[in-house]
T-cell receptor
Framework: GAVVSQHPSRVICKSGTSVKIECRSLDFQATTMFWYRQFPKQSLMLMATSNEGSKATYEQGVEKDKFLINHASLTLSTLTVTSAHPEDSSFYIC???????????FGPGTRLTVL | AQSVTQLDSQVPVFEEAPVELRCNYSSSVSVYLFWYVQYPNQGLQLLLKYLSGSTLVKGINGFEAEFNKSQTSFHLRKPSVHISDTAEYFCAVSDRSGSEKLVFGKGTKLTVNP
C-alpha cells in the first residue's frame, strides 16, 4: 500500500523556538495533504488542508501565522510551529490523498514536546 | 457539519471472541464512512470504507462494517479477534463535496486479552 512518512518522529524544543515537521508521500503524488493534531486520549482534529502550489486552508480556530504550512511539491508538505509554547505540545499527524485510489494515507505522526 | 460518536471509549474482550465497535454519525448531507486503526505510536491505517453500493463492507484483517442509514450507524465487527488486534479504532466521516475532510470520533480502545 501507499506509504507516508513524517520526520522527525519525536522532537523536544525550548519555548519560543520554531520546529519544522516534514510529511512525504513515498510512492505516490499527493496534490492534497492534511495536517491533524491529536491530544492524549482524544481524536484527531483537522488543522489545515495543504494543496500543492497554493496556500493552505486552515480550520476555524487554527492560527495560520503560528502553524505555517508549505506544500512545495507533489510529495512533500511541511508544518512549521513558530514560537512554540508548551500548549503546542501534541501529536501531529499528516495524511496524503492518493487520487488514483481516492484514499487518504496517514503518516506515523510526530510527537512534539515544548519545554 | 458532521459529527461522529463512538459510544465506547474502551472495549476489553478475550481472544477468539467476537467484537463490535459502535459508531454513530450525524450529518445533514450524504457522507462517506471510514474505520481506521491506530497501533501505539503509529499513524492511522485504513481498515475499510463505505462510499456507495452494498451496505456491508469488508475490510482488512477480517473486519467488516455495516452502514445503516436509518440508524445513522456504521458499526465495526470481527467474528474472532486476535491479541494483535489490540489498538485504537477510529470511525470517521466525510461529506461528498470532494473536500476530503475527515471528521473523527474520539476512538475506541480495543484490548484483546489471552
Amino acid at each position: 500500500g501507499a506509504v507516508v512518512s513524517q520526520h522527525p518522529s519525536r522532537v523536544i524544543c525550548k519555548s519560543g523556538t520554531s520546529v519544522k515537521i516534514e510529511c512525504r508521500s513515498l510512492d505516490f503524488q499527493a496534490t492534497t495533504m492534511f495536517w491533524y493534531r491529536q491530544f492524549p486520549k482524544q481524536s484527531l482534529m483537522l488543522m489545515a488542508t495543504s494543496n500543492e502550489g497554493s496556500k493552505a486552508t486552515y480550520e476555524q480556530g487554527v492560527e495560520k501565522d503560528k502553524f505555517l504550512i508549505n506544500h512545495a511539491s507533489l510529495t512533500l508538505s511541511t508544518l512549521t510551529v513558530t514560537s512554540a509554547h508548551p500548549e503546542d505540545s501534541s501529536f501531529y499527524i499528516c495524511s496524503a490523498r492518493d487520487s488514483s485510489t481516492d484514499t487518504q494515507y496517514f503518516g506515523p505522526g510526530t510527537r512534539l514536546t515544548v519545554l | 457539519a458532521q459529527s461522529v460518536t463512538q459510544l465506547d471509549s474502551q472495549v476489553p474482550v478475550f481472544e477468539e471472541a467476537p467484537v463490535e465497535l459502535r459508531c454513530n454519525y450525524s450529518s445533514s448531507v450524504s457522507v462517506y464512512l471510514f474505520w481506521y486503526v491506530q497501533y501505539p505510536n503509529q499513524g492511522l491505517q485504513l481498515l475499510l470504507k463505505y462510499l456507495s453500493g452494498s451496505t456491508l463492507v469488508k475490510g482488512i484483517n477480517g473486519f467488516e462494517a455495516e452502514f445503516n442509514k436509518s440508524q445513522t450507524s456504521f458499526h465495526l465487527r470481527k467474528p474472532s479477534v486476535h491479541i494483535s488486534d489490540t489498538a485504537e479504532y477510529f470511525c470517521a466521516v466525510s461529506d461528498r463535496s470532494g473536500s476530503e475532510k475527515l471528521v473523527f470520533g474520539k476512538g475506541t480502545k480495543l484490548t484483546v486479552n489471552p
